[in-house]
C-alpha cells in the first residue's frame, strides 16, 4: 500500500479485508487510528493520493466534535501532514492554523507541525533554513516524552544534516531515528524501513559501507516480502544497495 505520489493499494489486501469484513469503525466515541493510516492486513502506510483521501475522511469522521477534542485536533494535524508530504503547501498551512489554534506550545502536534514544516524545507532546497528551525526546536524536542515526536525530530536532523553534507553529525541522529522507529512499530514498519534507508546512506558516506550493504539488504528483502518485488519501494532499495554495491567494485 506504500504507492507513489498517485497512491494506490494491493488488492490482495482489499480482498482480504472485504473476505473478512474489515471496515473502518467507530469504538465508543474513539477512533481505531491505525485504520486510517495503515493497511490492517501488511500493515504498511498509505502515501500519495490515498493517505490524503484516508486523511480527509478521518477529519470527516470527528470534525463534529468538541472544539477542544484531541482526536479533531490530531486528525487536522495528520492531514496537514499528508497534504504537506504531497507539496500541496497552501492546503497544509491552512489546515495547521485550525489544528494549532489555542494549543499550547508544548503539545505534541504543534511539534510534529513545526518539525514537518523544516523537513519541508530541506526538500525544498533549503536545509540551511531547516537547520536553524529544527535546532530551535531542540530544547522543547528534549522535554517531550513522545517517542512518535523524538523519532521524527531524529529523523528529519539527519537528512538536512546529510544534505548539508555533514554525515557524521547526521550519524547519531539517524541511528536514533532508526532505534525509535523499531521500538515504536516493529523493524518492518514503514517508519522503521524509510529510516533504515537513511540510516543507509549515511553510512556509507561516512564510510561504513559493509554495514549500509546489509542495512539496505535487510531493507531490500522486507520490502520484496511485503510489498513484492515490483513495487516502487522495492525497486528504489535495489537502487540504493546496487549504489553502494558500487562504492566496494
Known amino acids: 500500500c506504500r504507492g507513489p505520489s498517485a497512491g ?101 502536534i504543534v511539534l510534529q507541525r513545526e518539525i514537518e514544516s523544516a523537513g519541508v524545507l530541506t526538500r525544498v532546497n533549503r536545509p540551511r533554513e531547516a537547520l536553524e528551525a529544527l535546532q530551535r526546536l531542540r530544547p522543547r524536542i528534549e522535554l517531550c516524552a513522545n517517542y512518535g515526536v523524538r523519532a521524527n525530530y531524529a529523523y528529519n536532523m ?35 524501513l524509510f529510516a533504515m534507508q537513511e540510516y543507509a546512506r549515511v553510512l556509507a558516506a561516512v564510510g561504513r559501507v559493509s554495514e549500509a550493504k546489509a542495512t539496505l539488504s535487510h531493507v531490500l528483502a522486507a520490502n520484496t516480502r511485503l510489498l513484492g518485488a515490483d513495487h516502487p519501494f522495492t525497486r528504489y532499495a535495489q537502487m540504493n544497495l546496487e549504489d553502494v554495491s558500487a562504492m566496494t567494485a
Open 8 to 108: 494506490f493499494a494491493h488488492v490482495e489486501c482489499l480482498v482480504e479485508m472485504a473476505a473478512r469484513g474489515d471496515v473502518i469503525v467507530r469504538e465508543g466515541r474513539r477512533m481505531k487510528l491505525s485504520r486510517w493510516s495503515d493497511c490492517s492486513v501488511c500493515s504498511q502506510s498509505f502515501t500519495g493520493a490515498m493517505a490524503v483521501e484516508m486523511a480527509r475522511h478521518r477529519w470527516r469522521w470527528c470534525r463534529d466534535g468538541p472544539e477542544d477534542s484531541h482526536d479533531k485536533r490530531y486528525a487536522l494535524a495528520m492531514l496537514a501532514s499528508e497534504l504537506r508530504m504531497c507539496t500541496e503547501l497552501d492546503a497544509a498551512d491552512s489546515v495547521d492554523r485550525q489544528s494549532v489554534r489555542g494549543v499550547p506550545q508544548d503539545d505534541i
Open 158 to 192: 539527519s537528512g538536512t544534516l546529510f544534505t548539508l553534507g555533514r554525515s557524521h553529525d547526521a550519524l547519531p541522529f539517524a541511528s536514533e531515528a532508526v532505534d525509535r522507529a523499531n521500538a515504536l512499530d516493529g523493524p518492518d514498519s514503514s517508519r522503521a
